[in-house]
């Protein structure tokens, strides 16, 4: 499957809230790093990350583009409160082995009314 084939279908398991079908295109021993947090080693450790996510945001990704060059597809996107982001998905053998995702943190607590860490 092509990278960006396999965002597309990522993005649609995103906006399902679907755990278990967004840790199936992660390597066992993928890396997830969203740069406002620490990355994020392993698929058990995705796992919870996504399940601690979805439990206290309500989270939406509108695709504005998706790109490809080899094993890199990359996700440029917005949710429906304004925030923009983008994603880098590094995939080899049908898996992302590496993400990488840029996003305002501050905005996003705000938006969602999540406590702002001092």
Do not use: T
């Not at 079908?21 to 620490?38: K, T, W």
């Not at 490809?68 to 996107?77: K, N, R, S, V």
Request: proline letters at 4%.
């Amino acid at each position: 499957m092509e990278p960006k084939s396999l965002v597309k279908l990522w993005v649609d398991a995103f906006n399902d809230a679907d755990v278990e079908r967004l840790v199936g295109f992660y390597s066992d021993d993928a890396i997830n790093h969203q740069v406002a947090n620490e990355p994020v080693k392993g698929i058990n450790a995705i796992r919870a990350m996504f399940e601690a996510d979805f439990s206290s945001a309500e989270m939406v990704c509108i695709v504005e583009n998706i790109f490809q060059d080899g094993e890199w597809a990359i996700l440029e996107w917005r949710d429906p409160l304004g925030l923009r982001g983008c994603g880098f998905f590094h995939i080899q053998n049908n898996e992302i082995v590496f993400q990488r995702g840029y996003w305002d943190k501050l905005s996003f607590l705000k938006q969602q009314g999540l406590p702002i860490p001092n």
